[in-house]
């Protein structure tokens, strides 16, 4: 061997030889403290019979990214509240919005469920007809031909609901299942009048040019309306999820009242057929927002909670469910106010 290969030889060694002292003379690294992020949890949200417009606060916090600020994937649903409700009492379902008056039906089927925030700060549906039939008071529909989806849901509730409230002779009224085409079944004749949300149908007609005549049915009784439905399992089990979608919910409501024309064009990327109608849903839609917002002195999402025991008491008397049903429990409000938007 050279002197210059020994050399070299010496210096590669001297120079591993003070790597390895500088790797031992380090400070240990501390292992990383931060979690990986957890996978969000995916709930399949339950909401009415065909995406709408109507749904827009939904929409909007999908797109927004207030269910993903709460680590929730939301999966949109459609289909009528009564199969879902039951889904919602067997824990098939998590969370669904539905009528409020579908809380008492289930619990009188002895279903937990609650309903944990208000959307509709009035009931929506109406019994809606055109000016030129005379009617307009429901003594005005003795005698005449009224139309709704079925028997079930929120109309037929309302309807019972109003016979109850009005003494109207019920025996006296053609009660008739047209489905969910009460619009045009007014327009053309079918029937005489009609119960939809004020926000579909009435509007509708007008659009086409008709006077309408409007019987609210929350002019005669208050009913709890649409809202955020779960049951008791996930308030005892996750009670962090609920607060996650009650804010969510929240949060597009009040995007949707402040934003209105981004609002519908959000709902237009979720329901394209819409654009198909524009007029007709922004229509629809403008009217929905009064539903929505609260009142003064109101708080988004609260609501009377002495609705609930009085509604229990008119269902009872009205046939809807066989005995007056402890509404103890089902309105839980401390979401909402946990959750604190404005």
Known sequence: MTRKSRKTILLLVISFVSVALLIACAPPVAPSTTAPSAAPTKVMLGLGFIPSVQFAPFYVAIDQGYFADENIEVELEHGFETDFLKLL????????????????LGRAQGLPVN????????????????ADSGIA??????????????????????????????????????LESIGFTQAAAVSEGLVDAALDYAVNGPVQLRLAGDTVNIISVDDYLQLPANGLFTN?????????????????????????????DEAFEISLKFVPEAAQQRDV????????????????????????????P???????????????????????????????VE
């Open 89 to 104: 009492g067997t824990n098939e379902r998590q969370f669904i919005v539905a009528s409020g008056e579908e809380a008492i």
């Open 115 to 130: 309903y944990v925030a208000n959307w509709y700060r009035h009931f929506p549906v109406v019994i809606f007809a055109k």
């Open 137 to 174: 008071a429901p003594a005005d529909l003795i005698g005449k031909k009224v139309g709704l989806p079925g028997l079930f849901g929120a109309s037929y509730i309302a309807w019972k609901g109003l016979v109850s409230a009005t003494d109207l002779a019920e025996d006296q009224v053609d």
């Open 232 to 260: 008791e399992t996930v308030i005892a089990e996750n009670p962090e999820l609920v607060e996650g979608m009650v804010r969510a919910l929240l949060r597009g409501i009040r995007f949707t009242l402040d934003n209105p």
């Open 281 to 308: 849903n922004r229509a629809i839609f403008d009217a929905s927002l009064d539903f929505w917002q609260p009142g003064e002195g109101e708080t988004l999402g609260l609501m009377n909670p002495d609705i609930w």
């Open 310 to 340: 009085a509604t229990a008491e008119l269902m009872a008397e009205a046939g809807l469910v066989d005995k007056v049903v402890d509404t103890d429990g089902i309105w839980v409000d401390r979401f909402v106010r946990a959750a604190a």
